[in-house]
């Protein structure tokens, strides 16, 4: 089952998420099918919060992959931004 979501990078104290394509069974930084956006929850007013591909996401979505609650969120942010 393919699933959307977020894998973490940065340093100690310092989350960067990004949104990825990924198999289920993977492990969460293991491969991925494709980055399809990122999130940096601790941006400032002058960085970019939340970046989405929408269009990639509605193609995964129309192919039966299923976000996870939290990317859900995000999405939902996105497209109000939007």
């Known amino acids: 089952m393919v ?7 940065g340093a100690n104290k310092r989350p960067y998420y990004r ?7 993977r ?3 293991g491969n991925n099918i494709e980055r ?7 941006a400032s007013a002058k ?3 939340l970046k989405v ?3 990639r996401v ?5 192919k ?13 942010q996105a497209a109000k931004a939007a």
């Open 58 to 62: 509605q193609y995964w979505l129309s």
């Open 64 to 76: 039966g992959a299923k976000p996870t609650e939290r990317v859900a969120d995000l999405l939902k």
């Open 53 to 55: 591909d929408m269009e």
């Open 27 to 29: 492990a969460l930084n």
């Open 3 to 9: 699933t959307i979501r977020l894998a973490r990078g």
């Open 47 to 49: 960085e970019i919060k």
């Open 36 to 42: 399809i956006g990122f999130y940096n929850p601790l």
């Open 19 to 25: 949104i990825i394509v990924a198999d289920r069974r």
